[in-house]
């Protein structure tokens, strides 16, 4: 019997009551052009801007992926309770504001940026595009191709994944855009009194070349319910009904076994034996089986 016999599993979805006021996008991503031509902002329904450059780290780097990033769209299932809560090491990034090597042909950036819970946006575009800068961004400059290692909702769970982990979008375009439409959905995990909240998204993306402002664009907004993934240990009736719903199960097969064991006997040593086996007709355990099976 494998462990999670005495345990169930159960999805619920309740109406999100907590409204909790904010959270973090975490975020770790290589855009293939030098960090001192980018621009990041958030921009929300609250109208509350900053510059998410002054939270973020930028960092000078080569564009170079690892092959095992996805170009194509990847799979994404819900990961297993057991992995979840086993690795649930909540993280952090702890630099803030770093900038290093930013004249490098491409850019890293990464940590953590505050967010309200409401729709908004997240976006890296080139300086001089869409708004006014010192700066203006030689067009040829321009390259949003991009890979990302990291990019969640809520506590930084590094070994959760996410739709957007190790993927990479690329363009031979200078003037294109990424449009990432994100849906998070809080997502609490539960089993034996310990808890995790996390957020788990879906995720659609839009690509256009030549006709808005170059970027790449993280739209996202909260779902207003919330899964709740549980593991319950079962009660003991619970579990006696189960026990013997799969001991059923073991009876009736042994009872089939026995029944094509006997054919192949029969094949085998023909009709002396067969009457052999009428003889001891009753009292034998095998013969329970039978019953069993009629049940
Ligand atoms: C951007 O950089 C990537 C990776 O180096 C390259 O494949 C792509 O052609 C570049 N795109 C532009 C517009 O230069």
Same mark, same amino acid.
């Given at each position: ?6 345990f169930?599993?159960?999805f ?11 959270l ?6 290589v855009?293939a052009?030098p960090?001192?031509?980018i621009?990041?902002n958030?921009r929300? /329904?609250?109208?509350?801007?900053f510059l ?5 780290? @930028? ?13 194509s ?22 630099? #803030? =504001? ?11 950036? @990464? ?7 409401? #729709? =908004?946006?997240f976006?890296i575009?080139?300086?001089? @595009? ?6 203006h961004?030689?067009?040829? /400059? ?37 449009r ?5 959905v809080?997502t ?7 808890e ?8 659609s993306l ?8 170059p =970027? ?15 593991e ?8 006696v ?13 042994a ?5 094509l ?12 034996? /067969? #009457?052999?086996?009428?003889e ?6 095998l013969? #329970?089986?039978e019953?069993f099976?009629?049940?």
């Amino acid at each position: 019997m494998d462990r999670s016999a005495g345990f169930i599993r159960t999805f619920d979805a309740f109406l999100d009551e907590v409204v909790r006021k904010d959270l973090v996008i975490n975020l770790d991503l290589v855009v293939a052009m030098p960090c001192n031509y980018i621009h990041t902002n958030v921009r929300d /329904a609250t109208d509350d801007r900053f510059l998410a450059a002054e939270l973020l780290n @930028y960092q000078g780097a080569v564009f170079n992926i690892p092959h095992w990033y996805q170009e194509s769209d990847k799979k994404i299932v819900t990961p297993e309770l057991e992995q979840v809560l086993e690795r649930s090491v909540p993280a952090a990034f702890q630099m #803030k =504001g770093e900038h290093r090597d930013e004249g490098a042909p491409a850019c890293r950036i @990464y940590g953590a940026i505050p967010v309200n819970r409401v #729709k =908004g946006e997240f976006h890296i575009t080139g300086k001089g @595009y869409g708004y006014r800068d010192r700066t203006h961004t030689p067009m040829q /400059a321009l390259n949003f191709t991009h890979a990302i290692s990291e990019f969640s909702y809520g506590e930084f769970f590094p070994f959760l994944d996410n739709p957007l982990d190790m993927t990479i979008k690329s363009t031979n375009e200078n003037i294109h855009s990424f449009r990432y439409h994100i849906s998070v959905v809080p997502t609490l995990y539960r089993k034996l009194g310990l808890e995790i909240d996390t957020n788990q998204y879906s995720l659609s993306l839009t690509e256009s070349s030549g006709r808005y402002v170059p =970027g790449i664009f993280f739209q996202y907004d909260f779902e207003p319910i919330k899964m709740v993934i549980e593991e319950k240990r079962l009660s003991f009736w619970q579990f006696v009904v189960r026990l013997v719903t799969i001991l059923g199960g073991i009876m009736v097969v042994a009872g089939w076994l026995y029944k094509l064991l006997d054919k192949a006997l029969l094949l085998t040593f023909g009709k002396e034996f /067969a #009457k052999r086996g009428e003889e001891k007709k009753s009292g034998g355990l095998l013969d #329970k089986v039978e019953e069993f099976e009629k049940i």
